[in-house]
């Protein structure tokens, strides 16, 4: 079963503007990760972010975690066309090695 | 240094037909996974391996085998195919063998169509 659920499903701005999206899971977690995807190809890892922490930056990156919420965001901020790509969240809840629980995917779309 | 590989990139089968995923990685990572990709959805576990030697099933492992040949490669074989095991096939692998999991590193898929 799908543990993380982004939202929105599909997301199109205008270049220049930022982009949030959202994931939501259901049991607790040991950390979170969040990963691009481009069309046909394999996934990117962003950010990891551990469940003690609750918010972690990197570049033009923002994602926050409440784990009173389950839930996490990622900020893109000053979008660019190569930014359009599918956006993953994915959760570690057992033992580090056991592998990770990945949402659906939030699909964004810059338009230049 | 060339990540994670797999091969072929893309396969077509027939129903009832067998078949092994190729993957190896350069990294020197203990942990490595097979996942699978279907339309519209986000990628699920098939079985992984924390460690050479050891393999375990993910959510989804019906239908499917696994080998951990050694540490740089890990194979995914469908003994016979089915419709429902057309996907993309992504394999993994990281760095730790437990506590906190590490980031994973992707290949670039396997595209299998069965008919």
């Known amino acids: 079963s799908q543990q993380g659920e982004e939202d929105p499903q599909a997301l199109s701005i205008q270049e220049g503007e930022n982009a949030t999206m959202n994931c939501s899971y259901k049991t607790s977690i040991n950390n979170l990760q969040w990963y691009r995807q481009n069309s046909g190809r394999g996934l990117v890892h962003l950010i990891l972010?551990?469940?003690?922490?609750r918010e972690k930056h990197s570049g033009r990156l923002r994602v926050t975690l409440d784990t009173s919420k389950k839930s996490s965001s990622l900020l893109i901020t000053a979008s660019r066309a190569a930014d359009t790509a599918s956006y993953f969240c994915?959760?570690?809840?057992?033992?580090?090695?056991?592998?990770?629980?990945f949402g659906k995917g939030t699909h964004l779309i810059i338009q230049p | 240094n060339a990540g994670v590989t797999q091969t072929p990139k893309f396969q077509v089968l027939k129903t009832g037909q067998s078949m092994t995923l190729q993957c190896a990685q350069d990294m020197n990572h203990n942990s490595m996974y097979w996942y699978r990709q279907d339309p519209g959805m986000g990628l699920r576990l098939i079985y992984y391996?924390?460690?050479?030697?050891?393999?375990d099933k993910g959510e989804v492992p019906n239908g499917y085998n696994v080998s951990r040949l050694n540490k740089r490669e890990f194979s995914l074989r469908l003994e016979s195919a089915a419709p429902s095991q057309t996907s993309v096939y992504f394999c993994?692998?990281?760095?730790?063998?437990?506590?906190?999991?590490?980031?994973?590193?992707f290949g670039p898929g396997t595209r299998l169509t069965v008919t």
């Open positions: 994915a959760t570690d809840a057992g033992g580090g090695a056991d592998g990770l629980t």
């Open positions: 993994a692998s990281s760095e730790g063998t437990g506590g906190p999991s590490y980031e994973q590193y």
């Open positions: 972010i551990r469940s003690n922490e």
């Open positions: 391996s924390a460690s050479e030697g050891t393999t």
